[in-house]
């Protein structure tokens, strides 16, 4: 038995040899493969959620996302719903659009904001959306703010 | 819808819901059922007396709701109310029950003074601090609970309303079950060591949450 | 081979670099790509670092010490790891700060301490609670995957000996606690040691129920010398001040007056989780209580508490144990000593830390000398 464990125990030691020479050559690609491969997303509350709909207008388009909503009591992010304009070269002076969220064909939402100082106004017409008056980032769920090529607003829900 | 199909649904909608109930639960749970140190039919009795505190306070919090009219998807201010005194609760309780772990008896001084009699409450609270525990968790209005809530009111009586809600909890708290393995974890004494700071450490968080949430509740009055 | 017994007389030159020679061969392998880099200051960086790393191992086979000389590494990795970090934030963006719109695309580099508390989370929910990119991007080279990638092979190759030669924080405090002659501060209370592993508990358990890294948001020294959320309200003026008095405290004063490796031993999360794989490893440290007296100058040399009365009695380290070798340094008797797990106590220690310290140290060159290299080569692009 003595001998069997220490034979184990060496062979675990040159084993650790041989990781570490597989390591940059394998190892590494094939574990970043397989967190690849788990399916994990980044938590809604930092990506902004799925996309729902795309929203065509004229040189521009607005990618409305999935509403975020509270998913534990303790959770310090209220539910909201992300938009973005996209692409914000290409964007008006001033943005104000009506913005139908959940696709019956009503708007839920009027949002105004001028892309240079970033003031967003955001007027619900449906219940269950808050309004917004705010030039930058209040909390990660009430914000305006430019992301890579595009300008993400977000609305908290009531 | 007959009773056996609602239990059904309440069932069914429990158990997807249980995640959620046992990742919010298991801050207070996990290190209260730690620090006793019992084995797994002890460990099972502290489970069961947690999950009985948290039954009561969803049914009595329903019980409350259906009574005086309200629906269970509050107000946000009211949710921010509710939320707040949960977490104050919780980080007294959790400090009481803290403060009452040791490694051994300590002789309480004849003279009652303060610590003394802070030891002895501390000593009493003991007993039923997994209940209590359980009792404000249950309180809070986790989203499922709401979920529930509101579909428990469309049935037409409370006795249906309450059998909705006790089927609901019961798949949720299949989910709890595996906490019984923490029996392990006994025979290590420094478990009780690392459980007592861990308390400690939740219920400062549990008190800065309350702080800061009832602060915004007057703040905004 | 020679075994070591009470303070042996350095090995030859001629044993020393032949021993020396595959991690050479390996540093050379593993900074060739730099080497071959247009301009001069990568070449000198990476050559620099090189030599470096081959004196360095060079020493601790003639010498038969590994504590020393490893700290040397460890303090280098722990300084200029910031000062990389900070020169590519501010050349990035002007600031340490994060704003949001970096945390919204997904440009937050993500940090192996993220690792216990994303777990719980990522199992009941599917998500990663983290505002980064699983996989890398031309803004965010600092990937998830990549980074649990590579922590996995690191927790196969080291276990916990990660502290001692992949942490890129710990050389920090780690250069403080050397700085004094000898401790002002002697006695610790020994229930301190259990922290880590309430702070993990109460991380992992929080994290799961707000859906955050709580040790990020809330505890983490690190943050001073890395970066952190803006200051936008109190709320993160109150976190910056929690992040500044622990990096004082923790990091710089307590080391100094302990010579301890205090934030490691008292609040780490991620070294009490790393703990875990300790008994994965194939090496670790034993007292050979048969030549053991005790004077208990291993318990006095041990940076993190990690050897106490019962170890001395067991014969074996707390399971803190970083395998840093400044027992094994420390002891004149011999008594403690490297060992393969499985094999007998006391013969073939010093192939034993031979071997350890061909996989740690060939860890250490692959992942601290590129960040030594990394920031050699910004100092000395102000140079050349």
């Not at chain 1, 839920?108 to 619900?124: E, G, N, Y």
């Not at chain 3, 038969?64 to 722990?78: E, K, M, N, P």
Request: charged share 15%; hydrophobic share 50%.
């Amino acid at each position: 038995m003595k001998r069997w464990r220490a034979i184990l125990g060496n062979t675990g030691a040159v084993a650790t040899l041989a990781v570490l020479l597989a390591a940059p050559f394998f190892l590494y690609g094939w574990f970043q493969n397989g967190v690849a491969a788990l399916h994990l997303r980044i938590d809604p509350q930092y990506s902004g959620g799925e996309v729902a709909r795309v929203i065509q207008r004229d040189g521009y388009q607005v990618v409305v996302r999935k509403p975020v909503p509270r998913r534990s009591p303790l959770q310090r992010v209220d539910p909201f719903v992300q938009m973005t304009w996209t692409p914000a070269a290409r964007l008006p002076a001033q943005v104000s659009d009506e913005i139908d969220l959940d696709g019956d064909g009503r708007p839920d939402l009027l949002v105004s904001f001028d892309t240079a100082h970033l003031k967003l106004d955001v007027t619900p017409r449906t219940p269950g959306y808050r309004p917004v008056h705010t030039a930058g980032v209040v909390s990660f769920s009430e914000l305006i703010a430019r992301v890579n090529d595009g300008i993400v607003v977000r609305v908290p829900l009531r | 819808m007959p009773a056996g199909g609602l239990a059904t649904e309440a069932l069914l909608l429990g158990i997807s819901s249980g995640p959620v109930c046992l990742a919010s639960c298991s801050p207070v749970l996990l290190p209260v059922l730690a620090a006793e140190r019992k084995s797994v039919s002890g460990t099972g009795a502290l489970l069961a007396q947690f999950l009985g505190g948290r039954l009561a306070g969803y049914l009595g919090f329903a019980c409350l709701a259906w009574l005086l009219g309200l629906s269970l998807n509050l107000e946000p201010r009211a949710r921010i109310l509710v939320y707040g005194l949960c977490d104050a609760g919780l980080a007294a309780l959790l400090s009481a029950y803290a403060f009452g772990l040791r490694a051994a008896p300590e002789k309480s001084c004849e003279h009652g003074c303060p610590a003394s009699r802070a030891r002895r409450f501390s000593d009493r609270y003991h007993t039923f601090a997994p209940v209590s525990l359980g009792f404000v968790s249950g309180l809070t209005l986790c989203p499922p609970f709401v979920a529930a809530g509101v579909r428990a009111a469309e049935t037409s009586s409370l006795p249906l309303a309450l059998l909705f809600f006790a089927f609901f909890f019961v798949g949720t708290s299949v989910w709890f079950l595996p906490s019984v393995s923490l029996a392990v974890v006994q025979r290590f004494a420094a478990v009780a060591v690392v459980a007592r700071f861990t308390l400690f450490l939740l219920a400062a968080w549990y008190g800065y949450a309350a702080v800061i949430i009832l602060g915004r509740y007057f703040l905004h009055a | 081979m020679p075994e070591r017994t009470l303070r042996a007389a350095p090995r030859s030159w001629a044993k020393s670099l032949l021993l020396t020679l595959p991690i050479l061969l390996w540093s050379l392998l593993m900074f060739s790509r730099a080497m071959m880099q247009p301009g001069r200051a990568p070449k000198l960086a990476a050559a620099v670092t090189l030599l470096f790393m081959v004196a360095l191992f060079f020493q601790m086979v003639r010498t038969f010490q590994t504590y020393r000389w490893r700290r040397y590494f460890f303090v280098a990795v722990g300084f200029l790891f910031p000062i990389g970090f900070i020169w590519d934030l501010i050349a990035l963006r002007g600031s340490m700060s994060i704003p949001v719109e970096r945390m919204l695309s997904g440009d937050t580099p993500f940090c192996f301490m993220v690792i216990p508390m994303m777990i719980v989370p990522a199992a009941l929910f599917g998500t990663i609670v983290f505002p980064g990119s699983i996989l890398a991007t031309a803004s965010n080279p600092h990937a998830i995957a990549a980074m649990v990638a590579l922590w996995m092979c690191a927790t196969l190759l080291l276990g916990k000996a990660w502290c001692s030669y992949g942490c890129f924080f710990g050389g920090i405090e780690e250069g403080f606690a050397a700085v004094a002659k000898k401790p002002r501060i002697k006695k610790l209370d020994p229930r301190l040691r259990w922290m880590p592993w309430a702070v993990l508990a109460a991380v992992v358990l929080l994290s799961a129920a707000l859906l955050e890294p709580v040790y990020c948001t809330w505890l983490c020294p690190f943050k001073t010398v890395t970066e952190y959320m803006q200051v936008r309200s109190f709320e993160t003026a109150f976190q910056a001040a929690i992040f500044v008095v622990l990096f004082l405290g923790l990091v710089v004063v307590l080391p100094l007056l302990t010579k301890k490796r205090t934030q490691c031993s008292f609040l780490c999360p991620f070294g009490a989780f790393q703990s875990l794989f300790n008994k994965t490893s194939a090496f670790d440290v034993r007292i050979d209580r048969a030549r053991c007296r005790p004077c208990v100058l291993c318990e006095k040399a041990c940076p993190t508490l990690s050897i106490g009365a019962e170890s001395l009695e067991s014969g074996q380290p707390r399971l803190s144990c970083m395998k840093c070798g400044a027992c094994v340094d420390a002891c004149v008797r011999g008594a403690a000593v490297w060992h393969i797990r499985g094999t007998e106590v006391g013969p073939s220690a010093e192939r034993a830390r031979l071997m350890h310290l061909y996989s740690a140290w060939g860890f250490a060159v692959l992942f601290g000398g590129s960040i030594i290299a990394n920031t050699l080569e910004k100092l000395f692009g102000l140079l050349v």
